[in-house]
């Protein structure tokens, strides 16, 4: 019940940033886009999360479009250990007034030097 | 330190057995999940709990059971009924509200059956 499109793997070169992509056509108006991260046999991190507009913060920048059926996460200045998968998520109605977040496969972000 | 501990970071399941995997958390989060992820897939939640002493069953629960006595503590017990328990189990915490999809994770415990 993903509710996400991500590629599947891209690369990036050490000091160049990173643009990940993810579209999300379906998102309601009042639901927010989450990034997170995971590092090999790590737990997921949470980077950035916004509604529609853009957000920066110490790790990376959302940039939604204007219709938010898109965004793209950017890392400025990707470094090797920015190496992992990241998830771009929109929460997922549960019932009762509950809600979830749906980790689907990601996208594999490599850094080479 | 605030953070979420799991432990043990390894655990070995022999045929039959139940094993208990142990999350605790001193963020004074409310909410409290429990997920599965297996080689090359996403997270599936397994368990979730908003409020001490009340859970509810996620996507995958058939086979586990929680425990929530404590706001701090949120215990996974993977049960002899779950017959492909490999995979690696991750805890997570946040705050209810606005922000309660804002998740904080452990670093995992692999369980893997003998």
């Known amino acids: 019940d993903a509710k996400t499109t991500q590629p599947t793997s891209m690369d990036c070169a050490e000091g160049r940033a990173a643009n990940l992509p993810c579209n999300h056509s379906t998102i309601s108006g009042n639901e927010y886009v989450y990034w997170y991260r995971q590092i090999h046999s790590q737990g997921p991190q949470y980077i950035i999360h916004g509604l529609k507009n853009n957000e920066t913060n110490e790790m990376a920048s959302l940039i939604i479009t204007e219709d938010r059926k898109s965004s793209t996460l950017i890392l400025p200045h990707a470094t090797l250990r920015d190496t992992a998968v990241y998830y771009c998520i929109v929460r997922v109605a549960m019932g009762g007034g509950s809600e979830k977040l749906v980790f689907g496969k990601g996208t594999k972000l490599t850094v080479n030097p | 330190d605030g953070g979420i501990t799991q432990s043990p970071k390894y655990l070995f399941r022999k045929e039959g057995q139940n094993v208990t995997l142990s999350c605790e958390q001193n963020?004074?989060?409310?909410?409290m999940y429990w997920y599965r992820q297996d080689p090359g897939q996403g997270l599936r939640l397994i368990y979730y709990?908003?409020?001490?002493?009340?859970?509810q069953k996620g996507d995958i629960a058939e086979g586990y059971s929680v425990s929530r006595e404590k706001k701090e503590s949120f215990p996974l017990t993977v049960t002899s009924a779950q017959k492909n328990p490999t995979a690696f189990y991750l805890c997570a915490s946040s705050v209810t509200g606005v922000a309660k999809n804002i998740q904080y994770f452990g670093a995992g415990t692999r369980l893997s059956v003998l």
């Open positions: 709990s908003q409020i001490v002493n009340d859970f």
């Open positions: 963020l004074n989060h409310d909410a």
